[in-house]
Nanobody, 127 residues
């Protein structure tokens, strides 16, 4: 079974930065688009960003545009999410998942189109 592993979460003050990683140890990521999603307590899972298999196309939720950057290093079999200028409302569990393409429905990434979800990594933004 394809399994992704997220890392890099933690506690950070507002305005701070974190870099999340999404890796796979038993299969090659470069065939797949990778999406980042997040879920805050009591809220539905929402799409944050996505990168195509080649890395040539990216997609961001309006709430993170200009603050978050998605990238991939296929030599390291890893996708990154650089998060800058973090806000308390960014607090959530962050997950990565894969698909053949970045599927967008009504302007947002569709979690239902993605699979092989990792266990998630907690990001807490608080002073």
């Amino acid at each position: 079974q394809l399994q992704l592993v997220e890392s890099g979460g933690g506690l950070v003050q507002p305005g701070g930065s974190l870099r999340l990683s999404c890796a796979a140890s038993e299969f090659t990521l470069h065939y797949y688009a990778i999406g980042w999603f997040r879920q805050a307590p009591g809220k539905e899972r929402e799409g944050v960003s996505c990168i195509s298999s080649s890395g040539g196309s990216t997609n961001y939720a309006d709430s993170v545009k200009g603050r978050f950057t998605i990238s991939r290093d296929n030599t390291r079999n890893t996708v990154y999410l650089q998060m800058n200028s973090l806000k308390p409302e960014d607090t959530a569990i962050y997950y990565c998942a894969l698909n053949l393409e970045c599927t967008v429905v009504a302007g947002t990434l569709s979690p239902n189109a993605f699979g092989s979800w990792g266990q998630g990594t907690q990001v807490t933004v608080s002073s």
